[in-house]
């Protein structure tokens, strides 16, 4: 073998080394390009929801709540017509999931319960009882729908029709406050699976609400 042969495969051989180191540096460095560029799940979670969204679940928590509450008060009574005690029920049936969703969320993002956009609200976790002797809960009749503990009284010491009349008309208020919630977080909120429950909410209750009109014509 000449020399000549021999210089050529040593420059071939060399070649070969360099382009293949050049090959593993260029995977090192768009590795570490995607794992430094690439956000966190907390981070992409965090930057996903805003003031909005947690103010509207914790405040939807305790509205939910006393909804609940409402209904299983005109359960337990006898002669209620079977179109509102089925109402009542329905009500339950979908709320209850919500209020489970709702906390999920927060626990989600690591916001607590309560905050100070909720004054005076303690929280609801799932199978807490009375909504109505909440402290707090007093100052809440003319925002959101919210009874006071005196309509939760009245709506508690009515029987037969005039409780499912009574019922029918606080839950509408209660049902339009809702709305009015609901309609602020599909306006400003930002994260995308709140403000779809935001709009099945407000779809869904005033659908409830046309109902619960019609009912009244009927007592």
């Not at 929801?49 to 006393?66: E, K």
């Not at 508690?156 to 019922?167: K, N």
Request: glycine share 6%; net charge negative; proline share 5%.
């Amino acid at each position: 073998m000449n020399k000549k042969t021999l210089a050529a495969g040593a420059i071939a051989l060399a070649v070969t080394f360099a382009a293949s180191a050049c090959s593993d540096s260029g995977g090192d460095e768009a590795t570490t390009a995607t794992a430094t560029s690439a956000p966190t799940s907390a981070e992409a979670n965090s930057a996903r929801f805003d003031q909005d969204d947690v103010m509207f679940s914790r405040m939807m928590i305790p509205h939910h709540a006393q909804a609940i509450e409402m209904s299983d008060m005109l359960l337990a009574k006898d002669g209620i017509p079977e179109p509102v005690r089925a109402l009542a029920e329905q009500i339950k049936a979908e709320q209850q999931p919500e209020i489970e969703q709702f906390e999920a969320w927060l626990e989600e993002w690591g916001m607590p319960m309560r905050g100070d956009d909720a004054p005076g609200m303690n929280g609801h976790m799932s199978g807490m009882p009375s909504v109505s002797g909440m402290p707090g809960m007093d100052d809440m009749p003319h925002m959101d729908g919210m009874m006071s503990e005196q309509d939760m009284q009245a709506l508690s010491d009515a029987q037969g029709v005039a409780a499912a009349r009574l019922f029918l008309e606080q839950m509408i208020v209660h049902h339009e406050g809702a709305i009015e919630m609901a309609q602020d977080e599909i306006e400003d909120g930002q994260y995308p699976e709140t403000v779809e429950l935001a709009r099945t909410i407000a779809d869904t209750q005033q659908k409830e609400i046309d109902t619960m009109r019609q009912l009244l014509t009927t007592l």
